[in-house]
T-cell receptor, first 113, second 114 residues
Framework: DTGVSQDPRHKITKRGQNVTFRCDPISEHNRLYWYRQTLGQGPEFLTYFQNEAQLEKSRLLSDRFSAERPKGSFSTLEIQRTEQGDSAMYLC???????????FGPGTRLTVT | QKEVEQDPGPLSVPEGAIVSLNCTYSNSAFQYFMWYRQYSRKGPELLMYTYSSGNKEDGRFTAQVDKSSKYISLFIRDSQPSDSATYLCAMSPRPGGGADGLTFGKGTHLIIQP
């Protein structure tokens, strides 16, 4: 069990470009979450997957954001036409069915210039 | 008013002191309460969780929940410089967060002075 992994760890992009992040959850966990964290704030919930089904999306997830979890394994989060306000740490977490604990990955830090 | 309030600090204490970190919340549906530790530019690391009201101890850490006051605390005994980090409280009405995820406080930046 290597924990939750995320790739890349840091992404610098120009405004208007598209970016995609990847999350690999703990292997036996069927629940996967994406959060966004800005400086001086706690993580904010973006979206939730149970297996391959995306069951919930926060109002923070604008139409420029899309997430997938094909085959219920890894997940991707894509941001289209990035804006400077998208600069943040994007965190992925996973938990087991019925488990209380959510385990977080190291995050992907996005900088939009 | 945010659902979870947490003083961002910084809170600076000398090594060996007892540290008290706190959060208040407004949503009475919250049943699961967690404390995470986050070092700079890293992901949050789960320290411990409690269900409903009561206390839970794990080594130097003790978590307390008072649902009647909507107030939770984390105590750190014999604090060490390596405890210097941001401490985030998080809570949820369902185990594991469920469809709404966890609701976090802003985090308290803790500094333990050697």
């Amino acid at each position: 069990d290597t924990g939750v992994s995320q790739d890349p760890r840091h992404k610098i992009t120009k405004r208007g470009q598209n970016v995609t992040f990847r999350c690999d959850p703990i292997s036996e966990h069927n629940r996967l979450y994406w959060y966004r964290q800005t400086l001086g704030q706690g993580p904010e919930f973006l979206t939730y997957f149970q297996n391959e089904a995306q069951l919930e999306k926060s109002r923070l997830l604008s139409d420029r954001f899309s997430a997938e979890r094909p085959k219920g394994s890894f997940s991707t989060l894509e941001i289209q036409r990035t804006e400077q306000g998208d600069s943040a740490m994007y965190l992925c977490a996973s938990s087991s069915a019925g488990g209380v604990e959510q385990y977080f990955g190291p995050g992907t830090r996005l900088t939009v210039t | 008013q945010k659902e979870v309030e947490q003083d961002p600090g910084p809170l600076s204490v000398p090594e060996g002191a007892i540290v008290s970190l706190n959060c208040t919340y407004s949503n009475s549906a919250f049943q699961y309460f967690m404390w995470y530790r986050q070092y700079s530019r890293k992901g949050p690391e789960l320290l411990m969780y409690t269900y409903s009201s009561g206390n839970k101890e794990d080594g130097r850490f003790t978590a307390q929940v008072d649902k009647s006051s909507k107030y939770i605390s984390l105590f750190i005994r014999d604090s060490q410089p390596s405890d210097s980090a941001t401490y985030l409280c998080a809570m949820s009405p369902r185990p594991g967060g469920g469809a709404d995820g966890l609701t976090f406080g802003k985090g308290t930046h803790l500094i333990i002075q050697p």
